[in-house]
């Protein structure tokens, strides 16, 4: 196996709440519920984008490893807390305003309004409730090749 055969299967975020996560990855952006499993008072839920049904973005509570001692426990809560210990996220959108717009309006933290980039990237930037960071970019406008036939070159002939 090369590098070029990598695909991303999951990836896990560390959250405060993850009742709290949920309805924010499900109600605001629309992901899909894909695992809610817990054993010994740890629950880790699953999401991920409807339109990438094998990409799984797991929801943890710090600490769920059960050989994590209390003490760990709460280290790890306290910098969640202060944002000292967050993930993030970057997801492609067809329209970063629109993007933007709705999950503004769904109340979430605002990180960056959208800005244009000088590689004609468009993107923003939110924070999810637990402090991770999520940016939502637009790629450029492929660039537009000439559509029309190219106009006939005609030679006009001198006549005597």
Sequence with gaps: ????????????????????????????????????????????????????????????????????????????????????LSGGLVFVTGDCDATFERIEAAGAEVMQEPISRPDGVRDCAFFDPSGNTLRFTQPPPAVKTLTQPQAQVTTARRTP
């Excluded at 817990?38 to 490893?65: F, I």
């Design 1 to 84: 196996m090369t590098g070029t055969d990598l695909k991303l299967s999951s990836c896990a975020l560390t959250v405060h709440d993850v009742d709290e996560m949920l309805d924010f990855y499900r109600d605001v952006l629309g992901f899909e519920v894909r695992d809610d499993a817990g054993s010994e008072g740890t629950r880790r839920v699953s999401v991920g984008p409807p339109a990438q049904p094998d990409v799984r973005v797991l929801l943890q509570a710090p600490g769920t490893q059960p050989s994590i001692s209390p003490a760990d426990r709460q280290t790890i809560e306290d910098l969640i807390a202060r944002g000292l």
